[in-house]
């Protein structure tokens, strides 16, 4: 099966990527040697120049983090990034009859059509595990996946956002203008956003799944803070803003105004044992803040 034609098919993606052994939420790790092998197949079935293996080294060290061996779900999210470059720059294209549309055009849908609506019920997919927080008409719940597994063989693990209906109706929120909202936070696609999933609609709730961030938000983090010299903290205080203001930058590039940035909104991905040098923060709540 040619990787272009899974672009086609989206659902056909997990079928490829099972095939090379990378079953979803499979244990093993690749070691350099295989990551590139398994990466090098990929980019040569799409045509496209293999980098040296110095770039694929690097490659290799940026996802692994600190194990051993790049994992499933983190080589998962590689192929995600490489497959949306290559359908936003219409290297690969979605369907033979469509159109050849405007940079503009493109850049306002190419990430919807990897990330769409699924039509199942939320509850078939996800089990609820424990809130995290509420809002005006939306809670935020820790869920894990009913069928897929981590590299540990535990659940996978996401967050979702869960938006009630007849209460954004009464904040003056309409669905329109919810969906709306999803539409947007579908678009951006930058290492410090946090990364959207999937989303989900039945007659009373909107679903939308997100990325889990270990580390909590910025205020909690600071609270508990270790002490350090005042080398050390100007570091740590660099990193966040810089992880921050890249975000902010990417989204105004993108005409989309966060309109609610405060620490509770900045949170760490990693785990709060994480050094300094590896610590990947991320901006949250674009689009939905004002409603939250």
């Not at 040569?44 to 692994?64: N, T």
Request: net charge neutral.
């Amino acid at each position: 099966m040619a990787l272009s034609s899974v672009l086609m098919k989206p659902v056909e993606l997990n079928v490829r990527f099972a095939n090379m052994g990378w079953a979803s939420g499979g244990s093993n790790r690749r070691k350099p040697a295989d990551f590139q092998h398994d990466l090098r197949e990929l980019l040569q079935e799409l045509h496209i120049s293999v980098p040296a293996d110095k770039q694929m080294q690097a490659l290799f060290d940026k996802h692994r983090g600190s194990n051993e061996g790049v994992g499933s779900e983190d080589f998962e999210a590689l192929l995600f990034r490489l497959l949306c470059f290559l359908r936003a720059s219409e290297e690969v294209r979605v369907s033979f009859g469509e159109a050849r549309s405007t940079s503009k055009e493109r850049d306002k849908r190419w990430r919807q059509e990897f990330i769409q609506k699924n039509l199942q019920r939320f509850h078939d997919v996800y089990e609820v595990q424990r809130q995290l927080g509420k809002g005006s008409f939306g809670s935020v719940f820790l869920v894990s996946h009913r069928t897929q597994v981590d590299q540990n063989k535990a659940k996978r693990v996401r967050v979702c956002k869960i938006i009630n209906k007849v209460k954004a109706k009464e904040a003056k929120t309409s669905e329109a203008k919810v969906r709306e909202e999803f539409a947007v936070l579908k678009q951006l696609d930058h290492p410090h956003v946090l990364r959207i999933f999937e989303d989900f609609e039945d007659e009373e709730y909107f679903y939308l799944v997100m990325e889990q961030c270990r580390g909590g938000d910025l205020g909690q983090y600071v609270k508990c803070l270790e002490p350090m010299d005042a080398q050390s903290y100007e570091f740590w205080v660099s990193k966040v803003m810089q992880h921050t203001l890249s975000a902010i930058a990417y989204c105004h590039s993108k005409a989309v105004i966060h309109k609610d940035l405060k620490p509770e909104n900045v949170m760490l991905s990693t785990t709060r044992d994480t050094p300094v040098d590896e610590m990947h923060v991320v901006v949250v709540d674009f689009g939905l803040a004002e409603a939250s």
